[in-house]
């Protein structure tokens, strides 16, 4: 008699105040210039959403990963139905806490971040997330969450913003900035304004014609050295995710 396989669940809140930053299943003031960021040695080896994106992620198995390979990842917005399995965000370098970035993040955007705390994943295990959120100013309406697949270095970064607020774009590229080497931020920087610009027109569309105004669209999948990331729009929410590498 065969054992069923469980299967993980699904992601992250449009409410994304005190959610999880992590894993994609099938399937978002002043800046610190990238150059004065210091840089994490690279890792040896580089190791989601359904339907609306839920508060606690799911996770799919390190041991049983079903991810998309890189090849066939989109590299152009598509309706949330048909986002890629990415699989869960793993050590993004060896030795990299990002504290110094999440510091810097937070300054810059007034985020108060919170003590790291403890979260069990779907499939069992335990995963350390700092969650933060815009006090004021600049800051108001904006989320951070960064996961730790080991409690100790950042595997995951979640950010989100509103798609009306002032500066939405620029706190998404400072996300994406990320001081862990083997990041092309140019490349990172080109990507997230089309990826932006394509979930916009693609959510337009497809409210238009389901005359839904929760429809949920993914970006394309951008690879940049031990991260993958990924951009998710819904009504009033963007949601950037940037994992430790996990496609195949």
């Not at 609306?52 to 949330?80: F, I, M, Q, R, Y």
């Not at 003590?115 to 295990?125: A, S």
């Not at 620029?170 to 920087?189: M, N, P, Q, R, W």
């Not at 304004?193 to 839904?212: G, H, I, M, P, V």
């Amino acid at each position: 008699m065969r054992t069923a396989l469980r299967v993980p669940v699904v992601l992250m809140a449009v409410a994304i105040g005190a959610a999880g930053a992590v894993s994609c299943s099938r399937s978002t003031p002043e800046k610190t210039a990238a150059s004065e960021r210091p840089t994490a040695a690279a890792p040896k080896a580089a190791a989601t959403p359904s339907g609306t994106p839920a508060e606690s992620p799911a996770e799919t198995p390190a041991e049983t990963p079903t991810v998309t390979p890189a090849t066939d990842l989109p590299k152009h917005a598509v309706a949330g139905k048909d986002r890629p399995s990415i699989g869960a965000g793993v050590t993004m370098a060896a030795g990299y806490t990002g504290k110094d970035f999440l510091s810097r993040l937070a300054k810059d955007w007034k985020l108060n971040l919170g003590k790291p705390v403890k979260q069990e994943m779907p499939n069992g295990k335990m995963r350390t997330y700092i969650h933060g959120r815009g006090g004021t100013g600049s800051g108001t309406g904006t989320t951070v969450s960064a996961g730790f697949a080991d409690h100790t270095n950042l595997s995951s970064l979640l950010c989100g913003t509103g798609t009306d607020k002032s500066g939405a774009l620029d706190f998404l590229a400072a996300c994406t900035e990320l001081d862990v080497a083997g990041i092309d931020h140019a490349k990172a920087s080109s990507w997230l304004k089309q990826a932006k610009r394509e979930t916009d027109s693609l959510y337009k569309e497809r409210a238009a014609e389901t005359k839904n105004k929760k429809e949920y669209v993914v970006s394309g999948v951008f690879t940049s050295g031990p991260v993958v990331m990924v951009l998710h729009r819904t009504y009033e929410t963007y949601s950037l995710r940037i994992l430790g590498h996990a496609a195949a």
